[in-house]
């Protein structure tokens, strides 16, 4: 069956294709992608090494015209891109891994495509938050993704107030060398919380630690 679904040609329409990509495990990617990045004529990506690493990884052919759109990336960068538009090609924008735009860049990019009225696809795919959430035990009908937190320590403390009132699960995502801060700033300032802590998802050292007010400080005390 899965022959049969590669082998079945499929209309690839002229646009922007959003394209999700493995966040860990290189099968998590679906066939439509592949059929996709393998069709494009331009890849604009985070870091053309990661990108073409993946495409290695998948057999595709690297022999692509290759735009690097990443934090640092400018109007320059964004005129590029229409520019490929207005050639009528096959585009696709990755990150480094997941879902585009999800704590990625491309967001004013994105904006500039639609009043340019190009036509622009989302391959549905993986996804660090959603993957993380259905797995924590925590309530999956009233979610809030906050992303990464402020780097002040005052800011940081505010968000997190601020969302708790919401009674939502909320979805963080944090570096391993800011986590204790993390779980310090919440034991300090809430008496009761739940927490799921997941790392490495969908690869070799994936790991999952469910933590309350009762077992915190012998986590905190624990190296992880």
Request: some cysteine; overall charge positive; glycine content about 4%.
């Amino acid at each position: 069956i899965i022959t049969n679904i590669f082998s079945k040609n499929m209309i690839i329409e002229k646009g922007l294709y959003l394209v999700a990509t493995p966040i860990g495990n290189i099968n998590d990617i679906s066939i439509r992608a592949i059929k996709i990045l393998a069709k494009s004529d331009t890849i604009i990506c985070e870091d053309t090494r990661v990108s073409k690493k993946l495409f290695s990884h998948l057999g595709l052919s690297t022999k692509k015209n290759w735009l690097t759109y990443n934090d640092h990336s400018n109007e320059k960068d964004i005129s590029k891109v229409l520019n490929e538009l207005d050639k009528e090609k096959v585009l696709s924008l990755v990150s480094d891994a997941g879902t585009p735009l999800i704590s990625d860049p491309g967001y004013k990019l994105i904006q500039r495509i639609r009043k340019s009225k190009h036509q622009i696809f989302s391959l549905p795919g993986p996804c660090s938050a959603i993957s993380s959430l259905i797995i924590s035990g925590l309530k999956t009908d009233k979610f809030c993704f906050l992303g990464f937190l402020p780097k002040n320590k005052n800011d940081y403390l505010g968000t997190i107030r601020n969302y708790a009132k919401l009674n939502y699960s909320l979805i963080i995502y944090e570096k391993p060398n800011r986590l204790n801060l993390f779980l310090k700033i919440v034991n300090e300032n809430f008496n009761s919380f739940k927490l799921a802590i997941v790392k490495e998802l969908s690869k070799l050292y994936e790991d999952f630690f469910f933590i309350t007010q009762e077992n915190i400080d012998s986590f905190l005390k624990a190296p992880k």
